[in-house]
């Protein structure tokens, strides 16, 4: 290859369209597979091969796209979504998800790692597909088979750092900067030579707006992405997004997971900020679950009473420049609810980190009732941000959702597996409880199991999620997405919340036994029968139980 002045070494070479190549660098006789690699039949450290999508096999020149304001997205592990674990496999259950009534499917990180099965989140190639889901093509064909029963496509994509297994980008260039994060080396945004870096990152992104026609990108954990420089990269790939959206002329949207409860991510750049379209809230989801499961341990420490919930239902936050004792510190910034629309944010009662990152993967189901689970589901559903489901929660599933890992080699696994129960030593869970991330049945109990879905309670609650987003879908005031049109009572002592939204009312009893809510209107949709006097000025909801009372005339 001969080298140019920008840096790059070319070469032009006669190949067939399948080709097999690689990189040989320096002194030495490895070869290496190409960081821009299409595709890698035979994994992560062999030769890459040469790839095009057949266009002719695209049947969505219709699909014009889906905002994500107004919708509900289903977050989905392609491996464990069903017995297969394949892309085609998952074409075969679109159509629960129609029925049930979501608009976007959020596909975990696709992208080339080692091993058989793993989270995503140890992708080393960026620009590739997992062979075992069904590679290239076979993303292309769950993207269009997704678009032709209306559902918008999000793909999980990881910027902040890459797999431990894999990883030859330092080879190539300064791709890597000297610090680090929680889960390796930095990414060199802003030092000497990073503008081929950013641009690495930002090609990639355009590539699966482009190529695979994805409507969406989830960008995790970007408050591990270390830029000083004075345009940081999300606003860079903010400003090319736009660019591409207006030629394609179908919405691209960007969807930040951060932990910083910073609004200036979502704020417009216009206005000085970074431009994304919305963001992950964590707090919702934390002032939810500990309010109707009672946990208080690690992050939940702030949370759990029935005046958090109200105070971050009402401004998108609960540490908005507040003191946060998990962090020992003052924690994030104020949302400006007048001019940043709820739904920016993006909420839930379950994703693959809080299930996941439990010691044992367990899900809700397994120390809830079916009550809790339905009221969960309607604070989420009934609210003005962004709703997300996690695959199975709405039959409420049993199977766990385990961190499973499937490195090769034996040191790293060894050292995956001691690093995991050293985590959960230091937050107080017994070691004992916590399954080996490398043992594949680990894997396989994180397989959805279908067969629930026609088995009760399962039946029950899935029917309570489909009249929910049902609801969602006919009344307007529930995808209102301003909170200064939300107002929240709550009576602390009976543990019960009402959130009212326009003619709609959701009434929600937390507790245990009976409660009387000072709120009346015509039950639209319940978890149990509530009952009304002959003024129907007040409710009275059974234990975990919820009621939409409508108070139009």
């Known amino acids: 290859m001969t080298p140019s002045p920008d840096g790059w070494w070319r070469a032009d070479v006669d190949a067939s369209p399948d080709s097999r190549y690689a990189f040989v660098l320096d002194d030495s006789d490895t070869p290496l ?8 039949p035979d994994g992560v450290h062999s030769a890459s091969q040469l790839h095009t ?32 674990g394949t892309f085609a496999a998952a074409v075969d259950r679109l159509d629960h998800l129609v029925e049930l009534g979501v608009d976007f499917v959020e596909l ?3 992208n080339g790692f080692n091993g058989t099965h793993n989270w995503g989140y140890d992708g080393v190639l960026w620009y590739t597909v997992h062979e075992g889901y069904g590679g290239p093509d076979g993303l292309q064909t769950l993207v269009d088979a997704c678009h032709a029963r209306g559902l918008g496509v999000v793909l999980d994509a990881v910027y902040n750092h890459l797999g431990p297994s894999g990883n030859y980008l330092d080879r190539y260039g300064p791709y890597l900067a000297q610090g680090a994060n929680t ?44 830029d000083h420089t004075a345009t940081h990269l999300l606003e860079d790939l903010a400003i090319e997004t736009r660019r591409l959206s207006a030629h394609l002329r179908r919405p691209l949207t960007l969807i930040a997971e951060s932990d910083l409860n910073d609004p200036r991510l979502i704020t417009s750049r216009s206005a000085g900020g970074c431009g994304l379209d919305a963001q992950w809230d964590d707090d919702v989801h934390h002032a939810i679950h500990a309010a109707v499961s009672g946990e208080r341990q690690g992050y939940y420490g702030d949370f759990g009473s029935m005046a958090c919930l109200a105070d971050t239902l009402r401004q998108g936050w609960f540490h908005a420049g507040t003191f946060s004792t998990f962090r020992g510190r003052t924690h994030g910034r104020p949302l400006d609810t007048r001019r940043t629309p709820a ?47 996690f695959m199975g929660e709405e039959w409420g599933a049993s199977t766990p959702f385990q961190f499973f890992t499937s490195h090769p080699e034996p040191e790293l696994a060894r050292a995956t597996a001691e690093g995991r129960k050293a985590e959960f030593a230091e937050h107080g869970w017994s070691t004992d409880d916590v399954p080996d991330p490398q043992d594949p049945e680990t894997f396989e109990r994180s397989k959805l199991d279908w067969d629930e879905l026609v ?10 999620y489909r009249s929910l987003l049902r609801l ?5 005031e529930l995808t209102d997405p301003w909170l200064e049109n939300l107002s929240v009572d709550y009576d602390e002592a009976e543990q019960w919340i009402v959130v009212h939204r326009g003619a709609l009312r959701l009434a929600c009893n937390l507790g245990a036994e009976p409660v009387t809510v000072p709120v009346g209107g015509s039950p639209v949709l319940w978890w149990e029968p509530p009952t009304q006097d002959e003024t129907a000025s007040a409710t009275v909801l059974p234990g975990h139980s919820f009621v939409v009372l409508d108070s139009s005339p």
């Open 33 to 40: 597979p190409d960081p821009r690699s299409p595709r890698q």
């Open 53 to 84: 999508l057949d266009e002719s096999l695209w049947t969505d020149s219709r699909w014009t796209g889906r905002q994500l304001a107004g919708s509900v997205v289903y977050e989905l592990h392609v491996g464990t979504f069903s017995p297969e």
């Open 108 to 110: 975990m990180p696709v």
């Open 183 to 226: 889960w390796g080396r930095s990414i060199n945004l802003d030092g000497p030579d990073s503008g081929e870096v950013r641009r690495y990152i930002i090609d990639n992104a355009l590539r699966w707006f482009r190529e695979f026609h994805i409507d969406a990108l989830r960008l995790d954990a970007v408050h591990a992405l270390v």
């Open 343 to 389: 739904s920016s944010l993006v909420t839930y009662t379950c994703t693959h980190d809080q299930i996941g990152n439990r010691a044992i993967g367990d899900r809700p189901g397994t120390y809830l009732d079916s009550g809790q689970l339905a009221v969960k589901a309607a604070l989420v559903l009934c609210s003005p941000f962004t709703p997300m489901l």
């Open 455 to 464: 088995r009760e309670p399962h039946a029950r609650l899935l029917d309570c």
């Open 472 to 476: 969602r879908r006919e009344r307007a």
